[in-house]
């Protein structure tokens, strides 16, 4: 389908209705619906017009991170990804989508790689998968992450399952972060908040404050 600024979007849809919109650029996931109520944010002054990435939503952060030898967050979020599979069940929707280097990624990071993307739209769930593939003859080494942007009440939201993890505050100081260990049963949002945990769970419940529990 045609999206924001002209750009082609997917549009997957579950059997029971559930919906998510994934554009190209970027391989981004702009809207997931559950009974027609977005989960996803897209912030307010974001653009479509491949100059910048689509601020919102689950953009990629590939092959970097944060902030380091390249680009913030590398250059995932701002290349034109392909469709490569799709599939239809009785209970879910899916598709594939692939990036490989070119000489826009390779001016940046010099390195032969694919990456593969699955999303797949069930009744109430939405599950990605990224996988990465070394199709250089030299090794590499990366970072990753699917950075989401949850649509949440800022007072009302709370995060459970990271009890007993090992945390790295990193406010007020972004570049000493003090150590520490999470006591808390749920996690609450009073004012700023900056904390990485380290060997958190692998499912953590996400109550965004709007009536959801992700």
């Known amino acids: 389908a045609e999206g924001e600024g002209n750009l082609p979007k997917l549009v997957l849809t579950s059997p029971q209705n559930s919906e998510a919109e994934i554009y190209l650029f970027g391989g981004c996931i702009t809207s997931w619906k559950v009974a027609s109520k977005d989960l996803l944010f897209v912030r307010p002054d974001a653009v479509f017009n491949k100059i910048k990435p689509i601020s919102g939503g689950i953009p990629h952060c590939f092959p970097q991170f944060g902030p380091g030898l390249i680009q913030q967050h590398g250059f995932g979020r701002n290349m034109d990804w ?15 989508l692939e990036l490989k280097d070119g000489p826009y990624s390779r001016a940046i990071w010099d390195f032969a790689f694919q990456a593969l993307y699955k999303v797949i739209v069930g009744a109430d769930s939405l599950s990605t998968e990224l996988k990465i593939t070394n199709t250089d003859d030299k090794p590499f080494s990366f970072s990753t992450a699917l950075h989401t942007y949850f649509r949440a009440s800022s007072a009302g939201a709370s995060v459970r399952g990271l009890k007993g993890c090992k945390t790295l505050n990193k406010d007020p100081d972004p570049k000493n972060p003090i150590e520490g260990k999470e006591e808390r049963d749920v996690v609450t949002f009073p004012g700023f908040v900056d904390c990485v945990y380290l060997d958190a769970p692998n499912e953590l419940q996400f109550d965004n404050g709007l009536g959801d529990n992700i």
């Open 82 to 96: 392909s469709v490569v599979d799709s599939q239809n069940a009785d209970d879910n929707a899916a598709v594939t």
